[in-house]
C-alpha cells in the first residue's frame, strides 16, 4: 500500500525526470497503482484514472495536463514536457506564466505544488466517501445517525498536511467534483466549504461504493452544484400546505379519539410531503400506478393525505359500536390497505395508488408489494417499469433488524422477479419500541442493509423540508433514469411512545426531554417562510382552518351514514369484472377434463426436443422418450400430468407462472420444463411457450435461496389478476416453515381480514424416504390446525356441497395419489368462480413409481378431481365381508396396498385414499362408512401421531360416521422430531405402522 509521500514521489520523478521515465514507465507506474491504492482508496487512482481519460478524449482533462501528455507521447522528456497550469497555487489575482522547467532548480517548487493539489484531491474525495458522517441530521441534536461521535481523520486540513496558509490558495478542480459549478478553479477556504454544505449539512450522501463512476458523477452533480436545492415560492407555499394538512390530521384524531391507538406520525409530519413529492416527480416520468407498502406508524395520515381515501370511511373506522357484515373488517384500522385512482395536480395525469394491507409483522409486506408490483407491470406489459412502481417505507430498527428485508434486496435485480428499482423511505425514529439502536444493529446506520445491491442512500434531517423535497426529487429520478433501488433515510424522532398511550419516559428520559421542547416541523418552517416573505400569517391560519373544516365535515358524514362498513372500500387489489356482488355459489364445480386431442398435442410437444442445431443433454433425450412412449400407451406420469395442466390452461389464455429453487429442473430432476443447450452458454427452450401461437405465457423461474420473500413475492404476484396460475414450489414441504410468517399472516388469514382472495398454490414436496428430519414432512399439521372448517358440524348434504365448501374455507390442503388428480386440482384452481389458496402436498418417489401412472381417460372431457378415491378391488364388490376400512392419503397408499395384496387381504380390508384434506370430504367419507357398515376404521398414516393428518381427521370422522364404528389409529408414535435420521430405523418405523393397519 502506498503511503502518500511515496506516491508523490513517484509522480515528481515524471514530472522532473529525464529520458530514462519515458512513458512505458508512466504506464507501469500506472498501473502498479491501480493495483495497490493507496490511502485506503481516498484518492488512489485519481492521475491514472485522468491519463486514461486523456487517451480516451484529450479534453476530458485540463489542458496543462493535455499538453504534458502529448509532449511525453511524442518523445519530450517529462522534466521538458511539464508547464504548470494557469494560477495553479498562486494567490488570487496574480497571474502564472507558463513555462518549461529546464533543470532542477525548481523541485522545491514543484513538489510542493504536486503534494498540495494531490492532497487537496484526496480531501475533495474523502468529503465524498465519508462527509456523510459529519452531516448533521439527527433533528433533536443528541446522536450522530451513525451511533458515533468521533471526526474522520482525513475530514481534517492537517491529515493532508494542509492548514491556515493554503486556504486561499487556488486549486484545479478535479473532474469528479461539481462543487465549482461553471469555475474550474477555487481556493482552498472555498473548496472546503462547498465541500461542507453538500455533504455535511442536513443532508448525507452515502453512494461511494456504487461501482459505476457515470453513477457517482450523476449524485453528485445533484447535490454538490451549487444553489442546486432550492425551491420557488409556489414550492414552498405547496410544501407548507402538505405540512399543515399532515399535521392537522393527527390533532384531528388526537383531539376526536384521544384515547385510540392510532401510531400517528408526529415528528416525522414531512413524509406526506416527501411521498407525495414522490409521486408527483413519477408521474412527470410517466409512471401510472404506485404499488405502497408501510408499518403502521402515519398509515392512516398517508391513507387521507397522500392516497385521498375518503376521510368519512377512515373516521368510521374508530367508531367501537359499528357492527360489520360479514365482509367487515377483520383488522385494525392501522392495517387495512386500498386501492384508488385520482388525479394528479402536479402533472394532471391520473395515477392509481394503492397500499397493501399487512399486520404487525415488520417488514412482511416488502416481498407481497413487489410481487404485485411485476405483476402488474407484467400484464401490463411494462417490461422497463415505466409505467408501474413500487414505494416501500420502512422503520429503521425493521430495516436493519429484519432478514425479509436483505431477502427482498436480493430479489430486486433477479430478471423474474425485478420490478425495475423501489424508493425505500426509512422512518429513522432513532428508536425500535423502547430499544437504543445502539444495541439494536451492528452497523452504522440502519440503511447499510441496501449496500448489497448497491443502492444510493440518502441520509436527510426531517426537519429541514426543502432537504427532504431535494432528496426525494433526486431519488424518483434516480429509479426513472437506472432503474435501480434508492434510500431515503428521513432521520426524525417519536413525539410520542411507540403509540399514544406508551410512556417513553421510562427507557428515554433523554430524548423525551429533548422532544418536549422541540418544535414541530410545520411550526418550523412556517416561521422560515413568513421570514422571507413568501406568506403571511393570515394565510397560514386559513390553511390551517380549511383543513379542520373538512375533517369536521367528513366526521358528520360519517356519524350520518349509517352504512354498513364493508371491507371492500379497503381492498388493496379490486378485481373488476370478477366478483359478483352478494355472490355465492350457484352451480356444483364444473369438470376440468379438456379434449383427448388437446392432451395428445401437449404430451406430443413436452417430449419432443427442439429442432435445428439446439444440442440437448444425452440422458435428456432419454426421458423426452421415455414421456414418448409412455404418452402413446395412453399414460401419464407426474411431470406430464402437471403438464398436461399447465399447457391446457396455457392454451386456453390463463397464464401460468411457477417459481421456487431448482423449479425449472425440478428438486428431484423430474420436471425439465427449461432446456439447456449443451454448447451455448444462455441458450434455452421452454417446450410449454411452444404450444400454440395465440398461447398464454409460461414463466418457470428458479428462484434466489429464500422461501420468505419468494413465497411473498408469489403471494403478490397472485393479488393482481384472478385469471392466472401462480405456483410456489419449496425445494422440499419442510423448509416452508422459513415463510411461516407469510403463510400465518397473509396466505391462511387474507380475506378474514382484508377480503384479500388468493388462488396461490403452495407446492411442498411431501413424503417419508427415509432421508431424515428435514426432508420429510412438509408438516401437513400446521395447515390442518389453521384451517376453519368445524370438526362437530356435517354440513348440508346436496349438489352445491363441494363448491359451498370451498367458499366457506380459508384455503384447500390437498394431498394427491395420482397424476390425473394433480392435473385436476391444478385446473380447479382457475375453473372455480372464487379464488382459495391451495396447500398442495406433492410427492417425491411417486415421480417415478409405476404404479402411480394414470391413464388418459381420467383427464378426458368429463373428468374432475375426485375429493375421495374408493377402494376399486374385490373388497368393494363383497363390502359387507370387509372388516376393516383403511383410511389414509398421499404416498403410504401404495405401500399398504402392495402389502395388503401380498398378504391375501384383498376381500378382507378396503383401502380408501383421501385425496383433499381440508374442507373435510363429510359426504364422501359418510358413503365409504355406510357402504362397509360392517368394518371398523383406521386412520394410517406415516407421520408421528401428534403431527401429520391424525389431530384433524379424528373429530371429523366422528361427525362423519357417528360413534358406532371402532376408529383407531395407525401409524408412529407421538414424536418431538419429524423423523428419523437412520435409515434402519425408518424401515422399521415403517413395517411397524403397516403391520398395525393391517392386522
Known amino acids: 500500500m502506498y503511503a502518500a509521500r511515496t506516491w508523490t514521489r513517484v509522480l515528481k520523478r515524471h514530472l522532473l525526470g529525464s529520458a530514462k521515465y519515458p512513458l512505458r514507465r508512466w504506464q507501469q507506474t500506472a498501473a502498479m497503482v491501480a493495483q495497490e491504492p493507496f490511502l485506503n482508496g481516498s484518492s488512489s487512482n485519481y492521475v491514472e484514472e485522468m491519463y486514461l481519460s486523456w487517451k480516451e478524449d484529450p479534453k476530458s482533462v485540463h489542458r496543462s495536463w493535455d499538453a504534458y501528455f502529448r509532449q511525453v507521447q511524442n518523445g519530450m522528456p517529462p522534466g521538458q514536457a511539464y508547464h504548470p497550469p494557469p494560477i495553479l497555487g498562486q494567490k488570487s489575482g496574480m497571474v502564472a506564466t507558463r513555462q518549461t522547467v529546464p533543470s532542477a532548480v525548481d523541485q522545491s517548487t514543484i513538489n510542493s505544488l504536486v503534494s498540495d493539489h494531490l492532497a487537496v484531491y484526496s480531501l475533495i474525495r474523502c468529503y465524498q466517501i465519508r462527509g456523510h458522517h ?54 482552498l477556504r472555498e473548496i472546503v466549504k462547498r465541500l461542507e454544505n453538500a455533504y455535511c449539512g442536513h443532508i448525507g450522501l452515502d453512494y461511494m461504493f456504487i461501482p459505476e463512476k457515470s453513477k457517482c458523477d450523476w449524485i453528485r452533480k445533484r447535490f454538490e452544484t451549487p444553489g442546486i436545492i432550492s425551491l420557488d415560492v409556489e414550492d414552498k407555499k405547496t410544501l407548507l400546505k402538505r405540512l399543515i394538512r399532515s399535521q392537522g390530521f393527527e390533532a384531528f384524531l388526537a383531539k376526536k379519539w384521544s384515547s385510540e391507538k392510532r401510531f400517528g406520525l408526529e415528528g416525522c409530519e414531512v413524509l406526506i410531503p416527501a411521498m407525495k413529492t414522490i409521486i408527483d416527480k413519477s408521474s412527470e416520468f410517466g409512471v401510472e400506478s404506485i404499488i405502497m407498502g408501510m408499518p403502521h406508524r402515519g398509515r392512516l395520515n398517508v391513507l387521507a393525505n397522500v392516497c385521498r381515501k375518503s376521510l368519512e370511511q377512515l373516521f368510521t373506522q374508530f367508531d367501537s359500536t359499528l357492527e360489520a357484515s360479514d365482509e367487515g373488517s377483520g383488522d385494525v384500522k392501522y392495517h387495512l390497505g386500498m386501492s384508488h385512482e385520482r388525479l394528479n395536480r402536479a402533472t394532471n395525469k391520473i395515477v392509481r395508488l394503492a397500499v397493501v394491507a399487512n399486520p404487525s409483522h415488520l417488514e412482511a409486506v416488502d416481498p407481497v408489494v413487489e410481487g404485485k408490483t411485476r405483476s402488474e407491470q407484467f400484464y401490463r406489459g411494462d417490461s422497463q417499469g415505466k409505467k408501474v412502481m413500487s414505494v416501500l417505507i420502512h422503520g429503521d430498527a425493521a430495516f436493519s433488524g429484519q432478514g425479509v428485508v436483505y431477502e427482498t434486496f436480493h430479489l430486486s435485480a433477479l430478471p423474474q422477479y425485478t420490478t425495475h428499482g423501489t424508493i425505500h423511505i426509512v422512518v429513522n425514529n432513532q428508536i425500535g419500541f423502547t430499544t437504543d439502536p445502539r444495541v439494536a444493529r451492528s452497523s452504522p446506520y440502519c440503511t447499510d442493509v441496501a449496500k448489497v445491491v448497491d443502492a444510493p442512500i440518502f441520509h436527510v434531517n426531517a426537519d429541514d423540508p426543502e432537504a427532504v423535497m431535494h432528496v426525494c426529487k433526486v431519488a424518483a429520478e434516480w429509479r426513472a433514469e437506472f432503474g435501480k433501488d434508492v434510500v431515503i433515510d428521513l432521520v426524525c424522532y417519536r413525539r410520542h411512545g411507540h403509540n399514544e398511550g406508551d410512556n417513553p419516559m421510562f427507557t428515554q428520559p433523554i430524548m423525551y426531554k429533548n422532544i418536549q421542547k422541540q418544535e414541530a416541523v410545520t411550526d418550523m418552517y412556517a416561521k422560515k417562510l413568513l421570514q422571507e416573505g413568501v406568506v403571511n400569517e393570515e394565510w397560514i391560519q386559513e390553511e390551517k382552518i380549511n383543513y379542520e373544516k373538512i375533517c369536521e365535515e367528513a366526521l358528520r358524514e360519517a356519524k350520518s351514514d349509517k352504512r354498513v362498513l364493508l371491507n371492500k372500500d379497503w381492498l388493496d387489489s379490486p378485481w373488476k369484472g370478477f366478483f359478483k356482488k352478494g355472490y355465492t355459489p350457484s352451480l356444483p364445480v364444473r369438470p376440468t377434463g379438456i379434449p383427448l386431442d388437446t392432451l395428445k398435442h401437449i404430451g406430443k410437444v413436452f417430449s419432443t426436443p427442439p429442432g435445428g442445431d439446439f ?385
Not at 385469471?723 to 397473509?746: K, P, R, S, Y
Open 615 to 999: 444440442k440437448i443433454h444425452g440422458g435428456l433425450r432419454r426421458i423426452l422418450k421415455a414421456r414418448h412412449d409412455l404418452m402413446e400407451k395412453g399414460y401419464v406420469d407426474w411431470a406430464m400430468g402437471e403438464a398436461l395442466a399447465f399447457g391446457s390452461l396455457l392454451m386456453e389464455g390463463v397464464h401460468v407462472r411457477l417459481s421456487g429453487q431448482d423449479v425449472e429442473r425440478g428438486t428431484f430432476s423430474h420436471r425439465h420444463h427449461i432446456l439447456h443447450d449443451q454448447d451455448k452458454d444462455k441458450v434455452t427452450y421452454c417446450p410449454l411457450n411452444d404450444l400454440s401461437p395465440d398461447q398464454a405465457i409460461y414463466t418457470v423461474c428458479n428462484s434466489s435461496l429464500s422461501e420468505y420473500a419468494v413465497l411473498g413475492f408469489e403471494l403478490g404476484f397472485s393479488m393482481t389478476n384472478p385469471f392466472a396460475l401462480v405456483c410456489w414450489e419449496a425445494q422440499f414441504g419442510d423448509f416452508n416453515n422459513t415463510a411461516q410468517c407469510i403463510i400465518d399472516q397473509f396466505v391462511s388469514s387474507g380475506q378474514d381480514k382484508w377480503v384479500r382472495q388468493s388462488g396461490l398454490v403452495m407446492m411442498l414436496p411431501h413424503g417419508y424416504e427415509g432421508m431424515g428430519p428435514e426432508h420429510s414432512s412438509a408438516r401437513p399439521e400446521r395447515f390442518l390446525q389453521m384451517s376453519n372448517d368445524n370438526p362437530d358440524v356435517f354440513p348440508t348434504l346436496d349438489e352445491l356441497f363441494e363448491v359451498n365448501q370451498l367458499y366457506s374455507t380459508n384455503w384447500q390442503v390437498v394431498n394427491c395419489s395420482t397424476p390425473a388428480n394433480f392435473f385436476h386440482i391444478l385446473r380447479r384452481q382457475i375453473a372455480l368462480n372464487f379464488r382459495k389458496p391451495l396447500v398442495l402436498l406433492t410427492p417425491k418417489s411417486l415421480l417415478r413409481l409405476e404404479a402411480a401412472r394414470s391413464h388418459v381417460d381420467e383427464m378426458e372431457e368429463g373428468t374432475s378431481f375426485r375429493r375421495v378415491i374408493p377402494d376399486s378391488g374385490p373388497a368393494s364388490n363383497n363390502p359387507e365381508k370387509v372388516r376393516k376400512l383403511l383410511l389414509c392419503t398421499g404416498k403410504i397408499y401404495y405401500e399398504l396396498l402392495k402389502e395388503r395384496n401380498k398378504r391375501g387381504l384383498e376381500e378382507d380390508i378396503a383401502i380408501t385414499r383421501v385425496e383433499q384434506i381440508s374442507p373435510f370430504p363429510f359426504d364422501l367419507i359418510n358413503a365409504e362408512y355406510q357402504k362397509y357398515d360392517n368394518a371398523d376404521i383406521v386412520w394410517a398414516q406415516e407421520e408421528p401421531m401428534n403431527m401429520g393428518y391424525w389431530t384433524y381427521v379424528s373429530p371429523r370422522l366422528v361427525t362423519a360416521v357417528g360413534n358406532k364404528p371402532k376408529i383407531s389409529y395407525a401409524g408412529r408414535s407421538p414424536s418431538a422430531s419429524t423423523a428419523t435420521g437412520n435409515k434402519h430405523h425408518h424401515v422399521s418405523e415403517q413395517e411397524d405402522l403397516i403391520n398395525k393397519a393391517l392386522e
Open 134 to 187: 459529519m452531516a448533521q441530521l439527527d433533528p433533536l441534536g443528541i446522536l450522530q445517525a451513525d451511533l458515533s461521535d468521533s471526526v474522520p481523520a482525513d475530514l481534517s486540513l492537517e491529515y493532508w498536511s494542509l492548514g491556515e496558509s493554503d486556504l486561499d490558495k487556488m486549486f484545479q478542480l478535479p473532474n469528479t467534483t461539481f462543487i465549482g459549478g461553471e469555475t474550474e478553479v477555487l481556493t
